[in-house]
């Protein structure tokens, strides 16, 4: 659940949601989170949620272009900028430290890195380094990774061990401690910084579309990350399986921000926000292959003629490759796991979203020729404050209820 606050209206970059389920109640006085947006000095009166938002970039662009991009990101008002780290593209983390030095609010991390390319010491020393930069604005996302697995000839065993032995070890390097580690799957021995990180936790996000995955992250993560969480069964999936470890530890599920990753095409009208939409669907159904898991709890079986096609291949960003399948993924894939067409039927997913839930609506910006700035912008401009109407009249809505009154 999104972190609750006391306000009656959002500050020019602020970001309104409501609590769920139900209408939010005053549960204690709260701050919102550092970056959010909001200034607890500015509201009285109307409990609310926040909803944060962020952009995922693949580093196909320049670095001169990516500056652009960053700089354009921090004054659009969006919190966390997150840069993917897939092989073979640039460096996440040296990208990561040039848009920190030409951002001046945004928070900053890769999504996702993994226990396996990258020792999670080293992973631990870049991510210091990068608050260091930053000036302490750094965030980690994790996760199981897959991307460059076949081409290093890495066997990524016991994935859930790996993280969570992973993030022990980047957690007790940036805490100043010596880390001494013989685990199942990750060993590390009497090792330490040798420099002081300037936080001694940075936050860490679990990326995961599994069961034991999100668990983990309701357990030990500040946050969760799971893609394409759009059809109501998955909303409901990342809710209640995130809310099911934190519970399990003895945490509050709302101290775990619940962040929906979803491919976003804006267009004249759903087809031809389908259309676009379509390439990146097949991507995201060979990073899954065999299972499937999410189209599957979606209640949404991939046709077996696609799925056949799937099961072929080795997972690829080779654009040739991918647009070849695209053809064959239906409209109902497409609708399950993105937001494509006009601003209002964007706006109403990413509202319906925030009172799923979710706590960061992080968007994956699909645009035609690759202009992406033009596609962050239009989501800023023209969906957004959609969205902020739309929860504010919601919050309105619950506030004046007849049970609401009689609390």
């Not at 848009?99 to 020792?119: E, I, K």
Request: aromatic share 6%.
């Amino acid at each position: 659940m999104p972190t609750i606050i006391e306000c009656l209206r959002p500050t020019p970059t602020g970001r309104l949601g409501v609590s769920t389920p139900g209408c939010a109640r005053p549960l204690a006085p709260a701050r919102a989170r550092e970056g959010t947006g909001w200034s607890d000095r500015a509201f009285r009166g109307t409990i609310v949620c926040v909803l944060r938002t962020g952009v995922l970039l693949l580093l196909r662009e320049s670095s001169q272009r990516l500056t652009a991009i960053a700089r354009a990101i921090d004054a659009w008002g969006y919190d966390d900028l997150w840069l993917a780290d897939e092989r073979f593209f640039r460096d996440v983390y040296a990208s990561l430290a040039l848009c920190a030095q030409h951002t001046t609010r945004v928070r900053l991390g890769p999504c996702v890195t993994d226990p396996y390319s990258r020792h999670p010491a080293l992973t631990a020393v870049a991510v210091a380094t990068l608050d260091e930069i930053s000036g302490g604005r750094a965030i980690l996302g994790f996760g199981a990774g897959l991307s460059g697995f076949h081409e290093l000839g890495v066997r990524a065993n016991r994935p859930l061990v790996a993280m969570r032995e992973g993030i022990q070890v980047i957690r007790g390097l940036l805490a100043g401690e010596t880390v001494d580690l013989e685990g199942e799957a990750v060993r590390f021995r009497q090792g330490k910084l040798d420099f002081a990180p300037p936080r001694p936790r940075v936050p860490i996000y679990i990326a995961s579309q599994r069961v034991a995955g999100l668990r983990l992250a309701g357990r030990i993560a500040d946050g969760a990350i799971m893609q394409g969480c759009v059809a109501e069964p998955l909303v409901a999936f990342f809710r209640e399986t995130v809310r099911e470890g934190a519970e399990k530890e003895g945490r509050r599920p709302a101290d775990v921000e619940l962040v929906a990753r979803v491919n976003v095409a804006i267009a004249p009208d759903a087809t031809t926000g389908r259309d676009l939409m379509r390439p990146s669907i097949a991507r995201h159904l060979l990073a899954e292959r065999p299972e499937l898991p999410t189209f599957e709890r979606a209640g949404l079986p991939v046709p077996q003629s696609l799925r056949d096609r799937l099961m072929a291949m080795e997972y690829t960003h080779d654009p040739r490759q991918v647009n070849a399948l695209a053809g064959e993924v239906p409209d109902a894939l497409v609708d399950a796991v993105s937001l494509a067409g006009e601003p209002e039927r964007v706006a109403a997913g990413v509202v319906r979203l925030a009172q799923g839930g979710i706590g960061q609506f992080l968007v994956y910006p699909v645009a035609p020729a690759g202009r992406v700035e033009a596609a962050l912008e239009a989501f800023q401009r023209d969906v957004m404050p959609l969205v902020h109407e739309a929860l504010a009249s919601s919050v309105a809505a619950c506030r004046d209820s007849p049970t609401e009154r009689r609390r």
